[in-house]
């Protein structure tokens, strides 16, 4: 048995002077922490083969995701459905996703930079390939915090919530060569990289510092993976889910501390063989809101020019224009993505900011399996919390309602998400 390994790491980080994307259009750098690259990763058996991209960037829009990934499967011969392009969700890169009330997307930099990069690391993984085995382990980490904080009037804001859902599992996952040295390493947690707030410093966040720490001390290209991170924040002292650089470099201290305990833990390493599974997931979406509740909630933000209220004008003036094109209703919107099992790891990828509960689930579901949920992989969708969230309303619930087109999904869509997931990977 058979199993191949190639790595590649470029660096993509802008020039100064552009939009750091994360909280509004007007957030300009002027500095840099550390520099920021694309990992690519190509494995291979005698069947498969799959491309894993970890892009130290917040978010990438679905066109430059779907553009990049065609390139690479005619490139690399690699079917599209086996490329997963993976944005760490640093607050403090180029803006690469483009959303309405947070910029537009960096198009000089895309084209002249971040793009022929990814697949110069792209060919440069699949050129490489160096017979390999894999080993993981895990370890508790208090990196992250549930950021849904409830407050005495029963509103939700952005800060930390001690007794709310987070998964405290990082992962990391490791793959050496027949010297036994280091090739590879993935670290995978859940959390947003907002440590440092709204900066004007290029950085990765805290997830950099455990990223390098790993690198160094195990001699492997090391890269992040996000979880569901959509309601984890980062644990910061301040009590918020943002801080300052000094609060991403204390945090990304303890993650190096895990990262490397978890790495240290890995006791034995096989040959994993590949399985891919594209699959389609359809969601009931709710029906569209009326005209006259769309043009009253147009008057009410239609002053607003940035984040999430520039994004709710937005949204009403498309539903606006939907009944003024006639433009039909849907029944359900259909949501693609592949799961990838590595031996007994199962990666289930989302274009989307996943709450945690639902990574949950899926390990509820298959407790002999080792999943790694990845938020914001081959493009971006807005937020995806779970049913028991929605009544309770706050920025995610907002942009889950305002940022999935003319019909948000139906309230329970994690339900039909999960279970179309589950019946998928009972064929695992």
């Not at 999430?308 to 949501?335: D, F, K, W």
């Amino acid at each position: 048995m058979s199993f191949l390994l190639g790595v590649a790491r470029k660096d993509i980080t802008p020039a100064l002077g552009g939009n750091l994307y994360g909280y509004h259009d007007k957030i300009f750098s002027d500095s840099i922490n550390d520099r920021l690259y694309v990992t690519a990763v190509c494995l291979a058996d005698e069947k498969q083969k799959v491309l894993l991209v970890s892009c130290d960037v917040c978010l990438l829009h679905n066109t430059i995701s779907d553009r990049i990934r065609r390139e690479i499967a005619q490139n690399e011969n690699i079917p599209f459905e086996n490329i997963l392009i993976h944005a760490i969700h640093t607050h403090t890169g180029p803006n690469t996703a483009g959303e309405e009330g947070w910029g537009k997307i960096d198009i000089p930099y895309c084209e002249s930079i971040f793009i022929p990069t990814v697949l110069e690391a792209c060919h440069e993984a699949c050129s490489n390939m160096k017979q390999a085995k894999m080993g993981y382990a895990t370890t508790d980490s208090k990196v992250g915090i549930n950021r849904r904080q409830l407050l005495p009037n029963g509103t939700v804001d952005l800060g930390q919530n001690p007794w709310g859902v987070y998964d405290p599992t990082m992962s990391v996952v490791s793959f050496i060569g027949e010297d036994k040295k280091p090739l590879f390493n993935l670290i995978h947690y859940g959390a947003h990289n907002t440590a440092c707030g709204a900066i004007t410093t290029i950085s990765r966040d805290w997830c950099g510092v455990a990223i390098d720490r790993l690198a160094d001390l195990s001699g492997g290209v090391t890269a992040f993976f996000n979880g569901c991170e959509g309601d984890t924040g980062p644990r910061l002292p301040n009590g918020k889910t943002v801080g300052g650089m000094q609060y991403a470099l204390e945090l990304g201290g303890l993650a190096a501390i895990d990262a490397v305990r978890a790495w240290k833990n890995i006791k034995t390493y096989t040959i994993p063989a590949i399985t891919v599974l594209p699959m389609q997931a359809k969601l009931p979406l709710q029906p569209r809101i009326s005209l006259q509740e769309a043009r009253d909630g147009y008057e009410k933000f239609k002053e607003f020019d940035v984040n999430l209220n520039r994004q709710t004008a937005h949204y009403y003036e498309q539903v606006i224009a939907a009944y003024e094109s006639n433009i039909p209703q849907e029944e359900y919107r259909t949501v693609n993505l592949t799961l990838v099992q590595l031996g007994d790891i199962v990666i289930i990828p989302f274009a989307y900011e996943m709450f945690t509960e639902i990574s949950l689930r899926f390990k509820a579901a298959f407790p002999h399996k080792h999943i790694l949920c990845m938020s914001n992989t081959n493009g971006n969708n807005s937020y995806f919390p779970s049913a028991d969230q929605i009544i309770r309303g706050g920025y995610e619930v907002q942009m889950f309602k305002t940022g999935n087109g003319l019909q948000a999904p139906v309230d329970n869509a994690d339900d039909y998400l999960v279970q179309e997931i589950v019946r998928k990977m009972e064929e695992l």
